[in-house]
């Protein structure tokens, strides 16, 4: 993105410029039981100091573009939550069946 474009681009995928954000539609929709279980993760992970939302930002930008299309919001976070824990050396990709 250009200093004259004042566009933001999508952060998710690491500000990718050919995915502009536009307004942001509220969803009040409350999680389902896997979004909350998620969530209960992170807030777990968090709380344990094991984890960051700076973290879980970091690994959801890593997320490989034609796989971040096909996941869904909290798999987002599930597979930022595990590329993490990989890379800290928190799980091994035997215990988690990689």
């Given at each position: 993105m250009s200093e004259t474009d004042p566009t933001p681009a999508?952060?998710?995928?690491?500000?990718?410029g050919r995915y502009r954000c536009v307004a942001v539609e509220r969803d009040e929709t409350p999680p389902d039981a896997f979004g909350r279980q998620v969530d209960a993760l992170r807030q777990v992970l968090a709380s344990k100091g094991m984890m960051t939302v700076d973290e879980l930002r970091r690994w959801i930008e890593a997320i490989p573009e034609d796989e971040y299309f096909q996941l869904t919001y909290y798999e987002r976070w599930l597979t930022s939550i595990t590329s993490l824990l990989?890379?800290?050396?928190?799980?091994?990709?035997?215990?988690?069946?990689?």
């Open positions: 999508t952060h998710d995928i690491g500000g990718l990989l890379d800290k050396g928190i799980v091994t990709p035997e215990e988690i069946g990689r």
